[in-house]
T-cell receptor, first 115, second 115 residues
Framework: AQKITQTQPGMFVQEKEAVTLDCTYD???????LFWYKQPSSGEMIFLIY??????QNATEGRYSLNFQKARKSANLVISASQLGDSAMYFC????????????FGSGTRLQVQP | EADIYQTPRYLVIGTGKKITLECSQT?????MYWYQQDPGMELHLIHY???????EKGDLSSESTVSRIRTEHFPLTLESARPSHTSQYLC??????????????FGPGTRLLVL
């Protein structure tokens, strides 16, 4: 069974600073996908970044980068130059490689960016 | 990216009523999913579909049912709503781009309150 763990229920960061949101995972599949989503207070889930288990390089999308450490089974999200609009819940998720190909989500981290 | 729509966005309804939550996507994605999310908590898969006339139950036991008669449409129905059904319901569909790990894109969600 797959499991995603996010150990930081809440985080604070000053505007313009970088912040790292932690995510560890557990799976017996050799091939998997890791995702980060942002959920503002309005409720929608916004896709941020994807990392494949066989990707050699860490994924980057604008101000978002994924610090992928396969041996440690961690997939931390790094947000550079935080903005007030980054305040939201952030969810780490893993996709099954076979079968349903559904996502298993972590419990989320609430990020608050302070001016 | 998928354009995926959900209606209604908010629904307050009395116990015992039948409700249908609508979900439509315009990108021709074969795979679609329904997730349930309590406030501030992780998402749980309740239904998924590989394509027309294909539906399966997810991890979280749900009294809801789904149908997939058309590729673009994946409605969820509760025959008799109860207060325990109060939650947010999120619909998603996934693309087939291997480089993006079949990213799931979400609709805006429906927040259901059963009195």
């Amino acid at each position: 069974a797959q499991k995603i763990t996010q150990t930081q229920p809440g985080m604070f960061v000053q505007e313009k600073e970088a912040v790292t949101l932690d995510c560890t995972y557990d799976t017996s599949d050799p091939s998997y996908g890791l995702f980060w989503y942002k959920q503002p207070s309005s409720g929608e889930m916004i896709f941020l970044i994807y990392q494949g288990s066989y990707d050699q390089q860490n994924a980057t999308e604008g101000r978002y980068s994924l610090n992928f450490q396969k041996a440690r089974k961690s997939a931390n999200l790094v947000i550079s130059a935080s903005q007030l609009g980054d305040s939201a819940m952030y969810f780490c998720a893993m996709r099954e490689i076979t079968g349903r190909r559904a996502l298993t989500f972590g419990s989320g981290t609430r990020l608050q960016v302070q001016p | 990216e998928a354009d995926i729509y959900q209606t209604p966005r908010y629904l307050v309804i009395g116990t015992g009523k039948k409700i249908t939550l609508e979900c439509s996507q315009t990108m021709g994605h074969d795979k679609m999913y329904w997730y349930q999310q309590d406030p501030g908590m992780e998402l749980h898969l309740i239904h998924y579909s590989y394509g027309v006339n294909s539906t399966e139950k997810g991890d979280l036991s749900s009294e809801s049912t789904v149908s997939r008669i058309r590729t673009e449409h994946f409605p969820l129905t509760l025959e008799s709503a109860r207060p325990s059904h109060t939650s947010q319901y999120l619909c998603a569909s996934s693309d087939q781009l291997a480089g993006r790990g079949e990213t799931q894109y979400f609709g805006p969600g429906t927040r259901l309150l059963v009195l």
